[in-house]
């Protein structure tokens, strides 16, 4: 039985890439945007990349022993990764997250078996956009009940190995799917994990690849611009409007920035033309290429992530 696998992280990566052909034909742009299509993870996200990682690595160290609990500061989908990997390894997890993400997120991970442990937003957040002051307040919760547990921080801001998913997996596999066919590469940052570790493989490949991260409208730091109404946007999981001590300056070539109005519109686009169901940070993925395609990369193969499942987003204005 060759092809049965024995574990569910076993389903995480090798997703498929789809070329947005009816996208660029609807925007009437010339050259290629390919998506991989990371949605299609056991957890509905790219972020099944690096919560394995994270474990593995750990375990391999010994610095996370069998049955010791992990901890971690999510907006749902590495949790919902982490809580899948945890529950087949034998980890207890517990979720922290803000009250500001979707229902969804909490209830999947519930079911997955982790303890999930909901924080107040900011008193002038909005629900459904999380703020960097919002994750501030989760991160003091995580902190504390970090000591009180003994836990392992699978701390996706900070551990090489969250990127490490990335540079060792999902640009590897997008080099191989594209035969290396790739101008460009455009993420919208939130640890900055996938922009990171992609970014860095692909110009070890060619030098040549440009990188950019696309950015909220309202909170375009790397374009270093003062934040628009305190940053908020609608663009879950992330644009938290701080540094992100993973990313390496040198390696951003340009900035897109990406208004919601926009994010939605090119999402709901792509469920429409493509048949591709996905989140919002995918639809300003793909938003940040056509802009990109409309400009100075006319004509281009430019690769990106579709990053979770629309169905996480059903109980939002959305869809
Ligand atoms: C839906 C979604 N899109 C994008 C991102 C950002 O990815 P990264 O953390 O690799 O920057 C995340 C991160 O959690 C996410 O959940």
Redesign the pocket.
């Known amino acids: 039985m060759k092809k049965v696998i024995h574990h569910i992280y076993e389903a995480i990566g090798e997703t498929p890439m789809l070329n947005l052909s009816r996208i660029t034909n609807y925007y009437g742009v010339s050259g290629n945007i390919f998506a991989k299509l990371e949605y299609l993870n056991p957890g509905f ?3 099944d990349r ?1 919560a394995l990682q994270m474990i593995i690595e750990a375990e391999d160290k010994g610095e996370l022993l069998p049955e010791q609990t992990v901890i971690e500061l999510t ?4 949790g919902t990764g982490l809580a899948m990997v945890c529950q087949a390894k034998g980890h207890p997890f517990i979720a922290c997250m803000s009250e500001g993400n979707s229902p969804e997120r909490a209830k999947m991970m519930k079911s997955l078996g982790a303890k999930v442990v909901l924080v107040p937003q900011a008193k002038h957040s909005v629900e459904g956009q999380v703020s960097g002051e919002d994750l501030a307040l989760v991160e003091q919760v995580v902190r504390r009940l970090t000591k009180e547990q003994n836990a392992f921080r699978a701390d ?1 801001f900070k551990l090489d190995s969250s990127y490490r998913a ?1 540079l060792l997996h999902t640009a590897v596999e997008m080099w191989e799917q594209t035969d290396g066919q790739i101008d460009c590469f455009v ?9 990171e570790g992609c970014a860095e493989k692909f110009k070890e490949y060619d030098e040549s690849i440009q990188c950019y991260i696309a950015e909220p409208r309202n909170a375009a730091v790397y374009g270093r611009k003062p934040l628009v109404n305190s940053g908020r946007h609608k663009v ?3 644009g938290y409007a701080m540094d992100l001590p993973k990313i390496n300056r040198n390696l951003i070539d340009g900035l897109v920035e990406i208004s919601d109005d926009e994010a939605y519109e090119v999402t709901r686009n792509l469920a429409r033309l493509e048949g591709a169901f996905v ?1 919002i ?1 995918s639809g300003a993925n793909v938003c940040a290429a056509i802009k990109l395609l409309q400009g100075k990369e006319k004509g281009k193969n430019i690769v990106l992530t579709l ?2 499942s629309g169905l996480k987003y059903l109980s939002s204005d959305l869809f």
């Open positions: 996200s790219k972020k690096p907006s749902g989908n590495t996706q990335h993420d919208f940052v939130g640890s900055g994990g996938t922009f879950q999981g992330c989140g940070s990053n979770d």
